[in-house]
């Protein structure tokens, strides 16, 4: 078998599981499945999300539901205005009797970190993970801890109780992949919620659909699907349009251009494809691009959205015509 029958297989692997793990995060996580579709694409891009949503709508269960998916070890954080740093990444500490120190691990050595009401916590203590969301590795004390791999972070926060909350630095913004809001289920979604209450499995009981080995080949599928130049430049020119977007005062930075490569390869992927279209990137520009972007203050009293911009932009920037594909 050559290595073009070989990418096929394994694109055709990796949609199968990812329609696999949709389908058993849902069995928790009901009448979401774009919610849980994106999630999983952060997953595979290796990225982190950002839930901004009102209480009780699933942020805690689609982390958990995840972790268990995977049958990896979830570590949740409830942000604080007195959590400390070494409460995120851990501290090294003497013991007198070995006569060294030791490293004791905080719970950001986790395949899923949940990062409850994220914005309730200092900027010195949320900047802890800076380093480990880009990075993947701790540094204290000079000594740098890699993470496990997959390593996601999933970070809550309520738009709405802004009482004794801090705003999330841009430096930080931009670490996270997407931001997404569940939102309220409609009124089949509830229902049906209520009716299986009793029947819905236990996050312990969920049972595990890949193991961490499996996610770091899925990440590397990903990773392979190939991306014409011309979908290089069509991504470049829309990101680039967001800095000089009427209203923007910050525009998306190159990560931001690195993200959307990443998620929209993940996409691909999911949909059995070794290769890149331009609505893998439209479909995904908004949530990746959006929350990267910092409007003017004249801006912001006019109503203006940072989904508008990125939205006019999609309209503007001339989509690359259709060539011969190489790969799947």
């Known amino acids: 078998m050559d290595q073009g029958q070989f990418r096929v297989d394994d694109v055709r692997d990796f949609a199968g599981r990812f329609v696999a793990l949709a389908d058993n995060v849902e069995r928790v996580i009901r009448g979401k499945r774009e919610i849980v579709e994106l999630a ?61 120190f030791e490293f004791h691990p905080g719970p950001v050595f986790a395949n899923v970190l949940h990062g409850d009401e994220i914005n309730r916590a ?93 996610v770091a080949q899925l990440i590397a599928v990903a990773d392979s699907v190939n991306v014409a130049p011309a979908l290089h430049d069509y991504i470049v020119a829309l990101v680039a349009s967001t800095r000089t977007a009427s209203g923007v005062r910050l525009g998306a930075s190159p990560r931001a251009s ?8 993940a996409r691909a992927a999911a949909a059995g494809r070794g290769y890149l279209v331009p609505d893998d990137v439209k479909a995904l520009a908004v949530h990746v691009l959006a929350h990267r972007l910092i409007l003017t203050p004249e801006a912001e009293l006019r109503g203006r959205t940072a989904v508008q911009s990125i939205e006019e932009a999609l309209a503007a920037v001339p989509v690359p015509q259709p060539q011969a594909r190489a790969g799947v």
């Open 122 to 214: 200092s900027p010195k203590t949320q900047s802890a993970l800076l380093e480990v969301m880009q990075e993947r590795q701790v540094t204290v004390d000079g000594q740098a801890h890699p993470v496990p791999r997959p390593f996601l972070v999933i970070a809550t926060q309520n738009p709405i109780d802004l009482t004794g909350t801090y705003p999330l630095p841009e430096a930080q913004l931009d670490r996270f992949l997407m931001r997404l809001s569940i939102g309220y289920p409609d009124h089949r979604a509830e229902v049906s919620i209520l009716a299986g209450m009793d029947a819905a499995p236990s996050f312990d009981a969920l049972p595990r659909v890949v193991c961490a080995a499996d």
């Open 258 to 265: 690195i993200a959307l490569v990443r998620a929209a390869r």
């Open 40 to 100: 999983l694409i952060c997953l595979l891009a290796e990225g982190h999300l950002l839930l901004e949503d009102v209480p009780g709508v699933g942020k805690t269960m689609l982390a958990r539901s995840i972790a268990a998916s995977i049958d990896g070890r979830l570590q949740r954080i409830q942000f604080t205005p007195d959590l400390l740093p070494s409460d995120v990444t851990g501290v090294t500490v003497y013991h007198q009797g070995a006569a060294r």
